[in-house]
């Protein structure tokens, strides 16, 4: 089971921002990927010390309410993937994808997306 410190021990991505209001200087870290989750701190070093409490929090919270909290994407995926295939089966899906006004990529995506879901619904069974 997972648990607080298998979900600190994740690297997640955060938006360092240094911001000046009424004459004073301020870091606030956010992380994109956990809605809600916010740390201030008057030097970025407080910042990231207060982030790290604030996720241990939110982290806590989500397990004790069961509620899924998302991990960091493996960067070792870019999403882009170069395909050959037929000369025939090329032709027949940008047709395809100009009756139905989207781009070739996008025709191809949604075609790899409805069979993933397939997949997943057939191994539930």
């Known amino acids: 089971m997972k648990d607080v410190t ?3 021990s994740l690297d997640y991505a955060f ?4 911001l000046h209001e009424n004459n004073e200087a301020y870091w606030r870290l956010t992380v994109p990927l956990l809605p809600g989750i916010v740390a201030y ?3 970025l070093t407080e910042a990231t010390e207060e982030l790290d409490s604030v996720k241990r929090i939110w982290f806590e919270t989500c397990l004790k309410d069961n509620v899924e909290i ?3 994407i493996d960067e070792s ?3 882009r993937v170069t395909l050959r ?3 025939t089966l090329h032709k027949s899906l940008a047709i395809n994808a100009g009756n139905e006004a ?3 990529n996008a025709y191809i995506v949604d075609l790899l ?3 993933s879901a397939l997949n997943l619904l057939r191994k539930k069974d």
């Open 41 to 43: 701190g008057s030097t």
């Open 70 to 72: 998302p991990e960091p």
């Open 85 to 87: 295939m037929p000369k």
């Open 102 to 104: 989207v781009s070739l």
């Open 15 to 18: 938006v360092t921002e240094h």
């Open 6 to 8: 298998y979900y600190l």
């Open 77 to 79: 995926y870019s999403g």
């Open 113 to 115: 997306e409805q069979n």
